[in-house]
């Protein structure tokens, strides 16, 4: 899941000039200041200034084996948690001859 985010902002060059732009441009990093941003700023057929902001993913492959350690550590809490049901449904099946969970046979049918 590479998620790259933009922004893109489009301006006259009639009424604003390259210094304008700029002035944007840096107002706009500002308002990021934890993000690593790619700027491109062209000229299109019609005479607007397209600028546009591209946000990098960093750390993805750090962030996705620190995923991974978390998950892996919830599995042995759920494997903790499974063997001590065992131990009770052992101890349940021991002393009344049952299997915990099972229902009687009672080789009726009811469908109500």
Known sequence: MNQTKYLEYYMDSKIYNKD???????ETKKEFPNKQ??????????????ITFTFKNRNR???NIFIKLK????????????TKKDKVQERYEKYNNKVYGQYKATHTYRPY
């Open 20 to 26: 304008e732009v700029q002035k944007s441009i840096d």
């Open 37 to 50: 941003i790619d700027v491109q700023v062209h000229l299109n057929n019609f005479g607007v200034y397209v």
């Open 61 to 63: 492959f750090i962030k």
């Open 71 to 82: 998950l892996k550590k919830k599995n042995k809490l759920l494997l903790t948690e499974n």
